[in-house]
Nanobody, 127 residues
Framework: QVQLVESGGGLVQAGGSLRLSCAAS????????MGWFRQAPGKEREFVAA????????YYTDSVKGRFTISRDNAKNTVYLQMNSLKPEDTAVYYC????????????????????WGQGTQVTVSS
């Protein structure tokens, strides 16, 4: 069993930065690929970024490449999403997810029912 708790969301002006954190409970954190997803009002939840269990492989949706960075610290059971050069279209509720599939599969499977989800954290980018 893995419980995920996100933090770090908030209100920021366009061009600003935020760092999201997702703290995981359980001793098996390192067995899971971790990902970030987001859902804007009136839209489907979409994939944002994923990181392999070792942290050596990362994947991003095209719209955030070069601006967002996903990383993980297995010693702290935490995954991060550094978001720079934020745009109003990045406004959404951001969710952390964990799954035993490879991070590549998490990135490439639309609507993947990940094993575990956090409760979400709101990110609002003003223009």
């Amino acid at each position: 069993q893995v419980q995920l708790v996100e933090s770090g969301g908030g209100l920021v002006q366009a061009g600003g930065s935020l760092r999201l954190s997702c703290a995981a409970s359980g001793r098996t954190f390192r067995n899971y690929a971790m990902g970030w997803f987001r859902q804007a009002p009136g839209k489907e939840r979409e994939f944002v970024a994923a990181v392999s269990w070792s942290g050596s492989s990362t994947y991003y949706t095209d719209s955030v490449k070069g601006r967002f960075t996903i990383s993980r610290d297995n010693a702290k059971n935490t995954v991060y999403l550094q978001m720079n050069s934020l745009k109003p279209e990045d406004t959404a509720v951001y969710y952390c997810a964990a799954d035993r599939v490879p991070a590549r599969t998490m990135a490439g499977t639309v609507g993947l029912p990940c094993d575990y989800w956090g409760q979400g954290t709101q990110v609002t980018v003003s223009s």
